[in-house]
């Protein structure tokens, strides 16, 4: 079968390092990776995943740039393998061209992370970024839940799912990390709403991990590792354990993600 990772972050090799340990304190995690794209591409293949979706979050305007060439540059040398998202930041002042530059390079979507680029999701600012990804028909992966911020709460994403039902919206962390019930509670019912299980798996019993992907329906579920975070095996047996049907773990592995991002 066909495993697709929907979640993974990938940085140039000079800072892939400092990136990596930043994220590390700012969840107050262990890093299992790198952070270097040529790590994850041999690491996850050799775990059975066979494509993945990568990208790399801008902290400044300035950034979105020089990530957008990077993450585009490795997709193409992957030939097939790897789906690109850009980066874009709610403080750009030209988040029109920011995204008119990522779509020209190949890219199929936008990643948004409200809490390291310190933005509610729901910010006006933001607001036109989901304005411009409808209009160019992309898809938007953002970073959901924290109980230590507000910025990525699920009732702010209430605000933009009703506002852009024609929206591809992806809630990362099954919704809401660290909020996971409240999150599943108050967004099941959006039918534009994606979520992906990564940096979730780890946290909960696989009874309740189950349910909270059966309370989405495993139509509307990705399968994500959270890369550098997580070991790509250690995932896949933390996905085995849930004893989904076999159909719906095809969804899931691989299924919803070849339908949203091409993958053939």
Same mark, same amino acid.
């Given at each position: ?27 107050? *995690? ?8 040529a ?23 300035? #950034? ?30 030209? #988040? ?12 199929k ?70 909020v ?61 354990? *849930?004893? *989904?049907r ?6 899931i *592995? ?11």
């Open positions: 079968m066909n495993i697709i990772d929907c979640h993974c972050h990938i940085y140039p090799d000079k800072i892939a390092a400092k990136a990596t340990e930043s994220i590390g304190k700012f969840y107050d *995690l262990p890093m299992r990776y790198g952070g270097t794209a790590e994850m591409i041999r690491e996850s293949r050799n775990a059975g995943i066979t494509h993945s979706v990568v990208f790399s979050v801008a902290t400044k305007p300035s #950034q979105a740039a020089s990530i957008n060439r990077f993450i585009s540059e490795e997709v193409n040398a992957e030939k097939g393998r790897l789906v690109g998202l850009g980066a874009v930041h709610p403080d750009s002042e030209n #988040q029109r061209e920011d995204i008119e530059n990522l779509v020209s390079l190949g890219l979507g936008v990643k948004l992370h409200p809490d390291i680029q310190a933005v509610a999701l729901d910010d006006p600012r933001c607001l036109e970024i989901y304005r411009i990804c409808r209009e160019f028909d992309l898809t938007v992966l953002i970073h959901m839940g924290d109980l230590r911020y507000d910025y990525s709460a699920p009732d702010r994403l209430i605000r933009v799912l009703e506002e852009f039902p024609g929206l591809r919206v992806i809630g990362a962390h099954l919704g809401g990390w660290s996971w019930e409240e999150a599943e509670n108050k967004l099941n019912r959006f039918e534009n709403l994606m979520v992906d299980c990564s940096s979730t798996l780890a946290f909960m019993e696989p009874e309740r991990a189950r349910d909270l992907i059966r309370g989405y329906g495993a139509e509307r579920v990705l399968f994500g590792t959270d890369y550098p975070m997580w070991d790509f095996k250690d995932e896949l047996k933390r996905f085995d354990a *849930l004893g *989904l076999s159909d719906e773990a095809e969804r *592995l691989w299924k919803n993600s070849a339908e949203i991002f091409g993958i053939k």
